[in-house]
């Protein structure tokens, strides 16, 4: 069949469509529920569903909901020399860094770590961050996802400060946190090989996928944590703190502290691990 012709095959499809649509949905969770069934009849993929739902989801949450707090912020400060920012920014490997002037909680602008290179190839160069500093975009944290979403869109920025009532800064968001809340998780500067469940960063420090099963993490580090109720990292993150978490919370959890480093709405998907002594 020619791209264009409607044979029998296509028309069952929109028939199909047609019946699963026919009834208009008048809630969101109606909506949500004829999608799932329109999955249900392979009219959808998996994939396809998680979006959707996705979509749904942001136009609902606010951006108090997937911000960074403040204490979790990696920042600069105006003030430091080139020699204490450097480390600063290959430790983090992030591409952009709030700049903190002599109130603390005040946010001066925004510091891309390209703009360091040229200072880096030419060490006689006279370093002044207020060269620099770009614009910081702040953002009230009852703003909705998808409001911020197109104003990142229209402005180009990646990155924006979240201000509480008092006009301090209480944490970041970025383009790609609420990407996330849509298609799931994005590859950064924390992935590692495919068939890698735990890499070793330091003598105790680890970044650890939460899909490791209990089982491997036990084997790993010689540990017995129970898996009677629950088979990966991330289950047993989410039962010690209660609720599902948002990156940047830790918990302690028998000798080791464990860190978020990726999540979303949904689903917990990195890790950093912390031995808390050296026996574990």
């Not at 952009?96 to 040229?118: C, T």
Request: charged share 35%; with cysteine.
């Amino acid at each position: 069949m020619r791209n264009g012709d409607s044979g029998p095959l296509s028309g069952r499809w929109l028939e199909r469509l047609k019946r699963i649509f026919s009834n208009e949905p008048e809630d969101r969770v109606q909506l949500i529920r004829l999608l799932r069934d329109a999955r249900a009849r392979a009219l959808l993929d998996t994939d396809a569903l998680s979006m959707m739902e996705g979509v749904l989801q942001v136009a609902e949450m606010r951006v108090q909901d997937i911000m960074i707090p403040r204490a979790h912020m990696t920042v600069i400060d105006r003030d430091d020399p080139l020699e204490d920012i450097l480390p600063v920014i290959i430790e983090s490997a992030h591409s952009r860094f709030p700049v903190i002037g002599d109130d603390r909680s005040e946010v001066v602008g925004i510091l891309l770590a390209k703009d360091l290179l040229a200072y880096c190839r030419d060490g006689r160069r006279r370093f002044d961050m207020r060269d620099l500093l770009r614009s910081a975009v702040f953002v009230p944290e009852s703003k909705r996802l998808n409001v911020l979403l197109n104003e990142f869109r229209a402005s180009r920025n990646h990155m924006a400060i979240v201000v509480d009532e008092y006009g301090a800064a209480a944490g970041l968001v970025t383009i790609e946190d609420v990407l996330e809340q849509i298609v799931g998780e994005i590859e950064d500067e924390h992935d590692f090989d495919e068939e890698t469940s735990i890499l070793q960063r330091s003598e105790r420090e680890y970044t650890v996928k939460a899909v490791t099963e209990i089982e491997d993490f036990n084997e790993y580090f010689r540990v017995h944590f129970a898996d009677d109720d629950f088979d990966t990292i991330a289950g047993l993150v989410a039962h010690a703190l209660g609720h599902l978490p948002k990156r940047g919370e830790t918990v302690d959890i028998d000798g080791f502290r464990f860190k978020v480093l990726r999540a979303d709405s949904r689903r917990i998907y990195l890790l950093s691990v912390r031995r808390l002594s050296v026996d574990g």
